[in-house]
């Protein structure tokens, strides 16, 4: 912020005053008229300014304020539209001005405090926080961020939903069978087989099946990405299990 003070006399020295007590804005400045004066952190409601130059001087003919900046507070993540798992690690963005100490930051669902999250250093900006268990599934949620009388909400509600666990099983003469979690629907994918086990074969992050067939020999993996079968041993086996064994 800029003030300026204006004189048409000689040389120039200026000052304002906070009660009856003038401290200086600048020594000395040409006299062309005004002075661009970055305004010090100095409160009051009952400022002066106070020119000279030489055996001339005046002052301001009634106080003016000198104000404090607005104290500000931004949510700039996640501000809308955003889907997250109960239980997984998010981040959180802000921006502030003009405050001091930490920031809350609390969870909110239409407008009701769903969690705290912590509070953090206002001019630390980010912070990574665990999507609370437990809450209900659905929209409407919000961060606030809050110090003193500065606050502000996310722009839009995101979501936040539970991960639940698909079920694939065998029935003796009947098939493999695929329950999704989901829509409770069952979907038949293979003939009958003796064993099953599940997991990440081709590292696309969606868990592959393998199973030991009955009526046909071998060892058999329904890949997620391609959703079909292929034998891809032709012994049969009496357990099956799957994991990153050689860690790569």
Known sequence: MLAQISTQTGPINGGHIRGSTFSSIVSSTPNDGCYPW?????????????????????????VFSIVSPQAGLQVLSPNGGERFQAGSKQKIRWRSSSIAGNVRIELLREDSLAAILDEYPHNQGSASFDVPLGLPAGGGYRIRASQGYASDLSDGAFEIFVQKDDLVTTRDGKGVYYRNSDTGSETKLAEQAELLACGDLDRDGIDDLVRVGLAESGVWVRFSSTKSWAKVHELSARQIVVGDTNGV
């Not at 009051?44 to 005046?58: F, M, N, Q, T």
């Open 38 to 62: 970055p305004v010090d952190g100095t409160i009051s409601s009952r400022c002066l300014v106070r020119i000279s130059g030489g055996s001339a001087a005046d002052s301001s003919d009634s």
